[in-house]
T-cell receptor
Framework: KAGVTQTPRYLIKTRGQQVTLSCSPISGHRSVSWYQQTPGQGLQFLFEYFSETQRNKGNFPGRFSGRQFSNSRSEMNVSTLELGDSALYLC???????????FGDGTRLSIL | DAKTTQPTSMDCAEGRAANLPCNHSTISGNEYVYWYRQIHSQGPQYIIHGLKNNETNEMASLIITEDRKSSTLILPHATLRDTAVYYCIVRVADQGAQKLVFGQGTRLTINP
């Protein structure tokens, strides 16, 4: 069974640009969550989607947004990129919201 | 904030059992204990979780004290590939709280 797939693996952007990251969950998983990992703040929760609805949101500015499609695939978008947005962005999926989450290997975003 | 306390780092000899402690003294009756690990440059990997009974799977064993205020993750025969950061997480067991709150974890080094 394929794991969580995140694309692209690496991305370089400049300040002020926007970026869209993609996540394909494990087949049959309907819940998708996103996390940001930085050396200073560690792993922090961004948001969670289930059945195309955002159920939880972390403490991030409105520049961070996401969505989930009917096939459970998810995207997150960051607008007006700042240097501090450089991080590893991780997607995790589970069958249902209260089941163990399984992570992809992330998208490493670098802002120049 | 993370609701768990773990040692910053630990060492273990290859082939021996690695015992990773975790304190969660404020855990509530409806909260599970989850363990994940993160190997460099990869996403976190789910290991095991439990509520109050001890649990075992193909990767590890989880021992939870009777008062549920602490737990120990046991890797029975550690290998070099078990070198990673191990996260102990307390998570509410309901449909509404999907997010995982990661602390700093324990950096486990397996020595040959």
């Amino acid at each position: 069974k394929a794991g969580v797939t995140q694309t692209p693996r690496y991305l370089i952007k400049t300040r002020g640009q926007q970026v869209t990251l993609s996540c394909s969950p494990i087949s049959g998983h309907r819940s998708v969550s996103w996390y940001q990992q930085t050396p200073g703040q560690g792993l922090q929760f961004l948001f969670e989607y289930f059945s195309e609805t955002q159920r939880n949101k972390g403490n991030f500015p409105g520049r961070f947004s996401g969505r989930q499609f009917s096939n459970s695939r998810s995207e997150m978008n960051v607008s007006t990129l700042e240097l501090g947005d450089s991080a590893l962005y991780l997607c995790a999926s589970s069958q249902k919201p209260n089941q163990p989450q399984h992570f992809g290997d992330g998208t490493r975003l670098s802002i120049l | 904030d993370a609701k768990t306390t773990q040692p910053t780092s630990m060492d273990c000899a290859e082939g021996r059992a690695a015992n990773l402690p975790c304190n969660h003294s404020t855990i509530s009756g409806n909260e599970y204990v989850y363990w994940y690990r993160q190997i460099h440059s990869q996403g976190p990997q789910y290991i095991i979780h439990g509520l109050k009974n001890n649990e075992t799977n193909e990767m590890a064993s989880l021992i939870i004290t009777e008062d549920r205020k602490s737990s120990t993750l046991i890797l029975p025969h550690a290998t070099l590939r078990d070198t990673a950061v191990y996260y102990c997480i307390v998570r509410v067991a309901d449909q509404g709280a999907q997010k995982l709150v990661f602390g700093q974890g324990t950096r486990l080094t397996i020595n040959p």
